[in-house]
T-cell receptor, first 110, second 115 residues
Framework: ETGVTQTPRHLVMGMTNKKSLKCEQH?????MYWYKQSAKKPLELMFV???????ENNSVPSRFSPECPNSSHLFLHLHTLQPEDSALYLC?????????FGPGTRLTVL | DQQVKQNSPSLSVQEGRISILNCDYT??????FLWYKKYPAEGPTFLIS?????DKNEDGRFTVFLNKSAKHLSLHIVPSQPGDSAVYFC??????????????FGKGTKLSVKP
């Protein structure tokens, strides 16, 4: 248990759906991350938020839209995804050099 | 191009023996390295780290070795236990510069420890 929670844990959606992933931490960390883990690929950094401000967008398609309303919450809004977007989406928060990961949301796009 | 490489996708070891997981990196600006462990259906959890000013860091059964000239690090687990069976990710970061604090991960190595 890292103190970073993610909901839902599993999500199946069609290509025309709109859904959101939620990440929450009450560890007092002020940097939060979204990663994508696809099979047989390294963890890919998607977005970085520092003090609620997006500081990095790693060339992620606009069908993924992050939101950080406060330092404890991070959302990833999903819209018109493609089947190749099916993956494990991991949220993390940072303290110093260490990142603490949530359990991930397993997303399947049909 | 991958900056952090774990060239062995899997490793199988007998219980009680040593497990050695390897990691290579290409960016000489990396100055901090971490190993994460991941069980199925869970997020990665931090295991052990090493700063570039050191060549060895030990924590119980886990030791990480860093060879800066070869841009290579390795994780040793001695003795290996069945509960160590998981995917191990090597990660690197730069403490300074534009990507400060962002971890760059390898693809992971799946370790299986057989009883």
């Amino acid at each position: 248990e890292t103190g970073v929670t993610q909901t839902p844990r599993h999500l199946v959606m069609g290509m025309t759906n709109k859904k959101s992933l939620k990440c929450e931490q009450h560890l007092g960390h002020n940097a939060m991350y979204w990663y994508k883990q696809s099979a047989k690929k390294p963890l890919e950094l998607m977005f970085v938020y520092s003090l609620e401000e997006r500081v990095e967008n790693n060339s992620v398609p606009s069908r993924f839209s992050p939101e950080c309303p406060n330092s404890s919450h991070l959302f990833l809004h999903l819209h018109t995804l493609q089947p190749e977007d099916s993956a494990l989406y991991l949220c993390a928060s940072r303290r110093g050099t260490e990142q603490f990961f949530g359990p991930g949301t397993r997303l399947t796009v049909l | 191009d991958q900056q952090v490489k774990q060239n062995s996708p899997s490793l199988s070891v007998q219980e009680g023996r040593i497990s050695i997981l390897n990691c290579d990196y290409t960016n000489s600006m990396f100055d901090y390295f971490l190993w994460y462990k991941k069980y199925p259906a869970e997020g990665p959890t931090f295991l052990i780290s090493i700063s570039s000013i050191k060549d060895k860091n030990e924590d119980g059964r886990f030791t990480v070795f860093l060879n800066k000239s070869a841009k290579h690090l390795s994780l040793h687990i001695v003795p290996s236990q069945p509960g160590d069976s998981a995917v191990y990710f090597c990660a690197a970061l730069m403490n300074y510069g534009g990507s400060q604090g962002n971890l760059i991960f390898g693809k992971g190595t799946k370790l299986s420890v057989k009883p």
